[in-house]
């Protein structure tokens, strides 16, 4: 009668245990200075890339699975890398400018996520979120694979809804081939 009562009540502690299971959030800090995000920015004539610096951000998880996570970006540190010397730097300083980001008044952007839905695959995942360029916030969704180390993405993001217009075509006529499309283009990979 001893043992049973005894498996009795050590299966309701288990069972307890199970159902009271709160999952504590982890949070992974993303690691600033080996991530690497690249931007590519496409004209009628071409396009540009480049590179641009993480300040700081983290990416939350429950039961190993990514639930939220946010970033700040180091807009001064808006790198061109497709041209040489001068001609990288007039780019660089033509980006940081009113034209574009205003960086002098918007040092950074930010990306803050605010849903995350599982998709089939392991570690694989369609993020929403809101991002703020310039001063202005606007949803963007992406899909992101996260691994043990790194998460990657491709995020596509349209410039003219944060008042960036220089050069748009949906904006000005007659631009010809000196036409900047709208979108322009983030290829994440974020070490933590």
């Known amino acids: 009668m001893k043992n049973l009562f005894f498996i009795l009540l050590t299966l309701v502690s288990f069972s307890l245990a199970a159902t009271n299971v709160n999952p504590t959030p982890v949070t992974k800090i993303v690691n600033a200075k080996t991530s690497v995000i690249n931007w590519t920015g496409k004209k009628v004539t071409g396009q ?28 001064n540190s808006l790198k061109c890398t497709d041209l040489p010397g001068e001609s990288a730097k007039k780019l660089e300083g033509h980006l940081m400018s009113d034209d574009f980001f205003g960086i002098p008044n918007h040092p950074t952007a930010t990306l803050q996520i605010t849903e995350v839905k599982e998709k089939k695959g392991a570690g694989n995942y369609d993020v ?8 202005t916030t606007k ?45 322009f283009e983030l290829a994440l990979d974020l070490k933590f």
Do not use: C, P
């Open 48 to 75: 540009h890339t480049g590179n641009i610096q993480i300040k700081e951000g983290s990416l939350i998880f429950e039961n190993g699975k990514l639930t939220g996570g946010s970033f700040i970006i180091d807009m």
């Open 128 to 135: 929403v979120a809101d991002i703020t360029i310039k001063g």
């Open 139 to 183: 949803t963007i969704s992406f899909a992101t694979t996260v691994g043990a180390d790194n998460a990657v993405a491709n995020v596509v993001i349209n410039r003219t809804e944060f008042d960036i217009r220089y050069g748009s075509g949906s904006f000005f006529d007659n631009l010809g081939d000196k036409t900047i499309y709208d979108d």
